[in-house]
Each structure stands twice: as structure tokens, then as C-alpha cells.
């Protein structure tokens, strides 16, 4: 067990491990690898961020770090943190081991140093509470006060006390994405804490902004469908201000946003996926656009792309029927955005309406004629509706009748010339 999780990390993370850790020896304090990168070494997955915990006085070592690595300590005494930045851009973040006070539920907590034993008990799951020791004479050795590793090996998500979502209820969030992202299980117990603060409102306390950053990320990720269905199940729909709990529309949505994903070739965009789950709640008409919007922060891309799918699915209330011909099928959807198209895609279980929506994104979206626009500029046509319609109807006959350039070209030009007569006429 002794070196079990240190084993696990790259040989030149273990050397800068090493002599950050021996530094921390030399001046009588001890250093820990902890948090999500000390669970992620454990489980043999990457991890981005090192959690690096220091029992003794942050800033001082962060002097004497910077010092032996020619780089820059930057302190912040108040969070009792230090970064140390190098020169080559890397930067090295160091907590001082801390207790924390919450004064009110939802509020930021009062910090105080703590030896690492307490600083593990207040962290949210016992997942994420083991800590590895850095020191020369401690090197590899795992502190694991609360269980962690063996809820890591049996695959269980685990809080550590009964107010744990009170104190920060995005934990809430973050316990079904590492049940969802892991594959784990929310512990019986632990269930139990979550549906309790849930159901007393500890979310809505939460600011749009921690929830947007706790449930977006999780949204763009693969597992987002199934996180929201498993929060629907928790009670977390009241905090998106969909009532209750989602509807049984919204969460078929949610069964279909994958298939939908893969249908309209956008798999693979995190962005795509975190916009289709929103799209797939606006479905029950429990919650609307600006309620999303406003409970999860949304950035104006995503808050742009919701109200358009809304705004689409009143156009069809009762379902959207697609023309048969290409370039009709291109002006009913023309303005629609991904989020319009994925909202009626889900909004449908027809599997011709569904391939119509999906040959649209795919193949037709943004389909443009085959001459320049110059060269009706060049015959005197001003800019103006009429120019557009023009171009519109060039697209129509080259999507549905295969037209050539100089056919669109034609057909632009009758259109032009009929709405200059009847300019001419009044
Ligand atoms: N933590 C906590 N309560 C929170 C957030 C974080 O106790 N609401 C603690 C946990 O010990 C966590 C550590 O702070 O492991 C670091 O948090 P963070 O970097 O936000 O997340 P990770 O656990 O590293 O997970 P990931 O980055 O994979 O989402």
C-alpha cells in the first residue's frame, strides 16, 4: 500500500514530486498530493490539476520554492494559498491543510489552518479525501482517514457527514458526475443527505453562477443525458426552475439526445452536447428558455441557441412536417440554428422527420447559389429584400431540381425583374 498510488504517476512528475516534497522536509513541514489527483492516481486516469497540500506555512515555502526554481511566488494570504509560476509558464499551486467554518448555508467559508487529517474530513467524498505523502521520509505513504480507497475499489461516491450538501450543495451536482462519470454509486447513506437538502431548497441557495459552473461541464460530457436524469431523480429540477421534477417529454428527451447527437453528425463537440440536454428540458414545457438561462448562467452562445429552439418549437406546435423536396426542406429550416434543429429532432419520434431534420444539417444548411451575388450587383440590383428573395429562391431550384449555376442565375434575375415592375407599377 505503502507506494501503491505514487507508483502510478509519470517519472517526471515523481522527480518534481520529490524535490518539491524534500524541500517541504528541509524546512520541517510535510506535503501531500490530495483531492481529485490523488482519486485519479488511485484510479490510473489522468488528471489535469495537482492538488498539492502543504502541513506547515504555504507562503514561506512558496518563497523557498520559487527561490530554488528560479520562478515566482505569487501569495494569497487570505485563501492561504500560493502559486509558484516558473519561467517556462508552468505553475504550481499550494494550499496551507485548513479547517473550514461555513457561517451560513451557502456562504464562502472562514478558513484557518488544520492539520491534513482535518483538512481530508472536510472535503465532500470520501473518494476525494486521501493524500499522499510527498516528504523525504514519508515519501508514498497514504493517509486515508475517511475510507476513500476502499470506496474507490468497490466503486461507491461517499459523503462524510450529514450537513456536507448544506454546507455546499453543488455537491449535490458533483456527486452524480463522479457517479455518472466514474461509473460509481452514490452511497444508500449518502443518497439519503442529498434528496433531504435537495428537497429543502439547499440548491436554490446556491448562486446561477456555481450552478452553471457545477452542471455545464457535467452536460458536456458524454454522460450529461444521464446526469440530469439521475438529478431529476435527486430533485434537482426545482433549482432549473422546472418545477417539481422534469417531465416524462423532457426525459424521453434526454434518452434520445445521444441518437440525436450522432444523427445530426455532432457528437463529438462538447458544446453541441451541453446545448442538446438544455434543448431536451424545454420539451415538457416546465421550464422555459430564460428560466435556463438565468439558473445556470448560460454564456450568450448558449442562452442565443435555447431561445432559438424555443422560439422553433412554438413555430411547429404540433410537430414539425418537413417538405419533401430538398430546397423547400431548406427554406422551412434556414434559420434555424443547431438548437432549433436538435429540439424538433427530439421532439419527434418520426423516423422520416428525423432523417429530413437530419439531411438538413447535414447537407443543406447553409447552402448558398453557385454564381456570385457581384454579378447581379453588376446588372444595377440594389441590396434590399428583394435581392434576398432572389438568392433564396436560386438556392430552392438548386437544392431541388439540381439547376445550374447559370439556371439559378436566371431564376434570381425573373425574381428581381418582377419585383422591379412591381416597384415601378405602385
Ligand atoms: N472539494 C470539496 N467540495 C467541493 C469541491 C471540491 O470538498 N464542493 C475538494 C475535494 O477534495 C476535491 C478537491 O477539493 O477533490 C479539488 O476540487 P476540484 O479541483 O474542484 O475537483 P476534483 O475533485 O479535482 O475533480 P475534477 O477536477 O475531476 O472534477
Known amino acids: ?31 501531500f498530493l490530495a483531492g481529485g489527483a490523488a482519486r485519479d492516481v488511485a484510479l490510473g486516469i489522468p488528471h489535469e490539476d495537482w492538488d498539492i497540500v502543504l502541513e ?6 512558496a518563497r523557498a520554492l520559487a527561490d530554488r526554481w528560479h520562478g515566482h511566488a505569487v501569495i494569497h494570504e487570505r485563501f492561504l494559498t500560493a502559486t509558484v509560476r516558473l519561467e517556462d509558464g508552468v505553475s504550481f499551486d499550494i494550499a496551507t491543510a485548513r479547517r473550514e467554518a461555513y457561517p451560513a448555508a451557502g456562504a464562502l467559508p472562514v478558513v484557518e489552518p488544520a492539520p491534513i487529517e482535518e483538512d481530508l474530513w472536510r472535503r465532500d467524498f470520501s473518494i476525494n479525501a486521501i493524500a499522499v505523502a510527498l516528504g523525504s521520509d514519508d515519501w508514498g505513504d497514504v493517509l486515508d482517514p475517511t475510507g476513500g480507497m ?8 461517499r459523503a462524510l457527514h450529514d450537513r456536507s450538501f448544506w454546507d455546499d450543495a453543488t455537491r449535490i451536482i ?44 457535467l452536460l458536456r460530457n458524454s454522460v450529461g443525458p444521464d446526469a440530469l436524469q439521475r438529478g431529476n431523480e435527486l430533485g434537482i429540477a426545482r433549482a432549473l426552475g422546472a418545477g417539481a421534477a422534469f417531465t416524462r417529454r423532457a426525459l424521453k428527451g434526454l434518452d434520445d439526445v445521444l441518437d440525436g447527437l ?11 452536447r451541453s446545448l442538446a440536454c ?32 424555443e422560439r422553433f418549437l412554438k413555430t411547429w406546435p404540433s410537430g414539425f412536417e418537413p417538405a ?24 419527434t419520434d418520426d423516423a422520416q422527420v428525423r432523417e429530413a431534420l437530419a439531411r438538413y444539417w447535414r447537407r443543406l444548411r447553409g447552402s448558398k447559389p ?41 431564376v434570381a434575375g425573373d425574381v428581381l425583374k418582377q419585383a422591379n415592375s412591381k416597384q415601378n407599377r405602385t
Open 324 to 347: 419533401r423536396r430538398d430546397g423547400d426542406l431548406w427554406g422551412q429550416l434556414r434559420e434555424c440554428d443547431f438548437s432549433a434543429v436538435m429540439a424538433l429532432w427530439l421532439s
Open 56 to 61: 506547515g506555512d504555504a507562503p514561506a515555502y
Open 174 to 217: 458533483r456527486a452524480i458526475g463522479f457517479e455518472q462519470r466514474l461509473g460509481f454509486a452514490i452511497d444508500p447513506e449518502t443518497e439519503r443527505w442529498i434528496r433531504q437538502a435537495a428537497e429543502g431548497g439547499a440548491l436554490q441557495r446556491v448562486s446561477t453562477e456555481r450552478l452553471g459552473e457545477a452542471i455545464l461541464p
Open 1 to 31: 500500500m505503502r507506494t501503491r498510488l505514487v507508483e502510478q504517476l509519470a517519472a517526471e512528475d515523481i522527480d518534481t514530486l520529490r524535490e518539491a516534497g524534500h524541500l517541504a522536509t528541509e524546512l520541517g513541514a510535510r506535503l
Open 262 to 272: 450522432a444523427a445530426l453528425g455532432e457528437a463529438r463537440s462538447a458544446e453541441h
Open 370 to 410: 453557385d454564381f456570385s451575388t457581384q454579378r447581379l450587383a453588376d446588372l444595377g440590383y440594389p441590396q434590399g429584400p428583394a435581392l434576398g428573395q432572389a438568392l433564396r429562391e436560386a438556392v430552392r431550384v438548386k437544392l431541388s431540381d439540381g439547376a445550374s449555376a447559370d439556371r439559378q442565375f436566371a
Open 150 to 157: 476502499d470506496d474507490i475499489d468497490s466503486g461507491t461516491v
Open 278 to 309: 438544455l434543448c431536451a428540458l424545454l420539451l415538457g414545457h416546465r421550464v422555459t428558455a430564460d428560466a435556463i438561462i438565468n439558473r445556470l448562467h448560460l454564456d450568450r452562445f448558449a442562452a442565443r441557441g435555447l431561445r432559438s429552439a
